[in-house]
């Protein structure tokens, strides 16, 4: 799903159109979160035992969890090694 929003260009009088994909990024960043926290719970761990085990800041982890962090490719792989799971497994979840 994506926002389609329209804006005037000042001076020019004319009005554009694009997707805005911060939309449906910040869909994925949460539904990402939300997949971390399912894991995280299911094996019984706090998230500051998870962020120990990632090599990750417990702040970083919450802050993933809520869908307010885009994590890096490098992140998301050392969080599913402490999940226990695969990158890819991680990622069949979302939806």
Not at 13 to 25: D, H, L, P, Q, R
Not at 45 to 63: G, K, V
Request: aromatic share 10%; hydrophobic share 40%.
């Amino acid at each position: 799903m994506s926002l389609i929003v329209c804006r005037q260009l000042w001076g020019l009088g004319k009005t554009i159109a694009y997707v805005n994909s911060n939309f449906s990024e910040n869909r994925l960043t949460k539904q990402f979160g939300y997949v971390v926290k399912k894991r995280r719970i299911e094996l019984s761990l706090s998230q500051e035992e998870l962020a120990f085990r990632a090599n990750l800041h417990r702040t970083y982890i919450s802050d993933i969890e809520r869908g307010s962090r885009n994590p890096s490719l490098k992140n998301i792989f050392r969080i599913a090694q402490a999940l226990e799971i695969s990158v890819s497994q991680l990622f069949s979840e979302i939806e």
